[in-house]
């Protein structure tokens, strides 16, 4: 019994955006740790003289976490919408 008042559906939906609310926040930080291991990886390289290689790593990280995060839009744009109860 919902002692609120609410119905099962609105029930689903607010679970449904809170768990993807928790998806995202840890997406995003998975995405800034990321970037901050590949900064301490690069900035001692860079300070060494060791252009080519800091530029290459810190290219790959750019690339994967641009990539991490596209395909994490993708899926909120596609499913969010659901989430909140307007799909």
């Known amino acids: 019994m ?3 008042g609410g119905t099962p559906a609105r ?3 607010f679970q449904a955006a809170w768990y993807y609310s928790l998806l995202l926040f840890v997406v995003l930080m998975l ?3 990321g970037f901050l291991l590949a900064r301490s990886a690069v900035r001692p390289m860079w300070r060494a003289g060791d252009r080519g290689p800091a530029l290459a790593i810190l290219a790959s990280a ?4 641009i990539f991490l995060l596209s395909m994490l839009v993708t899926v909120a744009v596609a499913m969010l919408p659901e989430a909140a109860g307007r799909g």
């Open 31 to 33: 995405a800034l740790g």
């Open 2 to 4: 919902i002692a609120y």
């Open 11 to 13: 029930e689903a939906d």
């Open 62 to 65: 750019a690339v994967a976490i």
